[in-house]
């Protein structure tokens, strides 16, 4: 949005919590450390006690929202449209030290929190515009939140198709199959590696990625975890390639997809409108869904869909993605087509029409 924004001579600050990844290169950045929280004993029975009596949901919440509005009122921003990336008690909070300034509160997930913060949200602590990466999403916040029908507008997720982009050649042997993202039962990788186990009954002409970790790269392996560990020896020991990296950094993971043909979004969840189906799309990978929250509304005709929790329908069209070269050729050039309508100077473009920047 950034690099999007600059093409047209606008320059924003971007205010953001330190973390232990490398952040993208913009110049005009503030970082700012989330405090520490207390390491003595009894500290979750304090943290608990202070959720419910201040509706904060972390126990230094309100702390380093003071020091995003110091930022603010440090770089002289106080009069600049602030958009917000789901955090609706920073949009509260704001309100307060700025009352008269241009909020756009943005949400990615379908975010919680307290009852005090939900009724100050819908109230005399609303955003001038309220935003979410789908009509599900949307309409998801319009409900919890209690705001008229129609008040949240739609701001799709986009995808960087300059850095995403498909392989010069498509890689030679066996396709394979490739699935991205966190490690965990909601994400389904369980059932991308049940689905392959019965396709192997029928062809082994095929392989198997999973880039992702269950904690981002850090913890140790879980009941969940060991089992996908079985699933994936039970396809090795049928022939089947399986390649699992774990944690894969963002600036490597193009070059991950593009050793794919084929990308499965198997969640179980309700996905707001997932990056992860977007970027196997622009990486030109034929795309196999589950049709949950805002999914739909990104593939769009432009690739296969399948039920929450649907293993047959999922391993048929699997199957299909597998053995039949010319649907999956298809397939890729329709999922190119439609993720190029989601590059992110469009959506840039498309928040300039909303929040009147």
Known sequence: MCRCAQKE???????????????YEWPNTVLIPYPKGLQVKGAGRLYKLQQKFTGWGHIHQKAYNIRVAQAIRDKKAESLPVVLHND???????????????????????????????????GSGAPTLSTAVSDF?????????????????????????QRFCP?????????????????????????????????????????????GSTFWGGGAPDKYTQELERLAADL??????VRIPGFIDRWELPQELRKAQIHVVPSRWDEPFALSTLEGMATGLATITSSTGGTPEAVRGAGLMFNRDDLDTLTDELTQMVTDHDL??????????????FAWDKIWRRLRELAGI
Request: hydrophobic share 40%; with cysteine; charged share 25%.
């Open 137 to 161: 999403t949307a309409r998801w916040v319009e409900s919890y939140y209690k705001v008229p029908g129609g008040s949240v507008k739609t701001l799709y997720n986009g995808v960087d198709c």
């Open 9 to 23: 001579g606008i320059e924003p600050l971007v205010i953001s919590k330190t973390m232990g990844v490398q952040p």
């Open 167 to 211: 392989a010069e050649t498509v890689p030679s042997g066996a396709p394979a199959v490739n699935f991205v993202g966190r490690i965990s039962v909601d994400k389904g990788p369980d059932l991308l590696l049940e689905a392959a186990l019965r396709l192997a009954r029928s062809s082994k002409d095929f392989k198997l990625q999973l880039l």
């Open 88 to 122: 609706p008690e920073l949009s509260v909070f704001l309100r307060e030290q700025f009352p008269d300034a241009r909020i756009i509160s943005h949400f990615y997930n379908q975010n919680t929190c307290s009852e005090k913060f939900r009724i100050k949200f819908g």
């Open 328 to 341: 999956r050729k298809r397939y890729a050039a329709l999922a190119l087509e439609r993720a190029q309508e």
């Open 236 to 241: 090795k020991a049928q022939g089947i390639e």
